[in-house]
T-cell receptor
């Protein structure tokens, strides 16, 4: 049982490049989400999903796309990377929208130059 | 979701209890109090949650005041590995999924 796995751990992109951050969970959780964390700040929600085929925007969705074709995977796509997207990205999953705890991945540290 | 207020930093001696306060004076009757921590830029880790009764698990205890306007997370015997940023979050059950609103948290430093 690996929990929430994020790949890659580190990535450097040039401005304008696109890439996909991968997130996979093996706990059969319905709910998954993406956060970004900038230096000295708390986590901010980018997008979330309440189940396969269902996604919605969070607090800071601009510049990012998501899809949820399976329960296990929730990739985050950067369409045209900008320096403002330099951040640490965390994926999380939980069993439901209720009281249960959220499990977080170890993060992807992205630098856009 | 209700806003929370935490001290920016606290210190604790190893082996002593660490008591981390959180103010949530605008909390509603159906809002839970959650605590997470983040160790050195790792992914946040769930610690404990509660509604109105005090709660205890293998990691910590959560004490919620009777009026529910504040709470305290207690790490009974802090170790160096407990040095982390601790986040107090208030959230309505069953709604606002994904919207765990993380504030600045409290940086807890445990000293030898």
């Amino acid at each position: 049982n690996a929990g929430v796995t994020q790949t890659p751990k580190f990535q450097v992109l040039k401005t304008g490049q696109s890439m996909t951050l991968q997130c996979a969970q093996d706990m059969n959780h319905e709910y998954m989400s993406w956060y970004r964390q900038d230096p000295g700040m708390g986590l901010r929600l980018i997008h979330y999903s309440v189940g396969a085929g269902i996604t919605d925007q969070g607090e800071v969705p601009n510049g990012y796309n998501v899809s949820r074709s399976t329960t296990e995977d929730f990739p985050l796509r950067l369409l045209s990377a900008a320096p403002s997207q330099t951040s640490v990205y965390f994926c999380a999953s939980s069993y439901d929208a209720g009281v249960t705890e959220a499990f977080f991945g170890q993060g992807t540290r992205l630098t856009v130059v | 979701d209700a806003k929370t207020t935490q001290p920016p930093s606290m210190d604790c001696a190893e082996g002593r209890a660490a008591n981390l306060p959180c103010n949530h004076s605008t909390i509603s009757g159906n809002e839970y109090v959650y605590w997470y921590r983040q160790i050195h830029s790792q992914g946040p880790q769930y610690i404990i949650h509660g509604l109105k009764n005090n709660e205890t698990n293998e990691m910590a205890s959560l004490i919620i005041t009777e009026d529910r306007k504040s709470s305290t997370l207690i790490l009974p015997h802090a170790t160096l590995r407990d040095t982390a940023v601790y986040y107090c979050i208030v959230r309505v059950w069953g709604t606002s999924y994904g919207k765990l609103t993380f504030g600045q948290g409290t940086i807890l430093t445990v000293h030898p």
